[in-house]
Nanobody, 122 residues
Framework: QVQLVESGGGLVQAGGSLRLSCAAS?????MGWFRQAPGKEREFVSA????????SYADSVKGRFTISRDNAKITVYLQMNSLKPEDTAVYYC??????????????????WGQGTQVTVSS
């Protein structure tokens, strides 16, 4: 069982930036980020393939968030710029155990982190 450990969450003012990190304890393939705001369902934010750096973003974060990964460290990052109050949520790292395309479905991911809180004040 692969463990995912997120870090980098916190409190920031609107317009500010945060960088989330997620380190995996073993081999993974595509990795991604999801978020869940209070009273809402968990939603896809971004994902990246293991090979080739193919990426995918939710429309709500395109142009503001950037996902990247370091395969040597088995770590994925989410650089979040121009943050808005509506970005406030618990952010979860996820990873797939099998190779395949970059996907956005919650059920497509096999491993999950414990979540890190991101709060954006207005």
């Amino acid at each position: 069982q692969v463990q995912l450990v997120e870090s980098g969450g916190g409190l920031v003012q609107a317009g500010g930036s945060l960088r989330l990190s997620c380190a995996a304890s073993g081999r993974t393939f595509s990795m991604g980020w999801f978020r869940q705001a209070p009273g809402k369902e968990r939603e896809f934010v971004s994902a990246i393939s293991k090979i080739g750096g193919v990426t995918s973003y939710a429309d709500s974060v395109k142009g503001r968030f950037t996902i990247s990964r370091d395969n040597a460290k088995i770590t994925v990052y989410l650089q979040m710029n121009s943050l808005k109050p509506e970005d406030t949520a618990v952010y979860y790292c996820a990873a797939r155990s099998l190779p395949g395309t970059v996907v956005a479905g919650i059920r497509d991911y096999d491993y999950w982190g414990q979540g890190t809180q991101v709060t954006v004040s207005s």
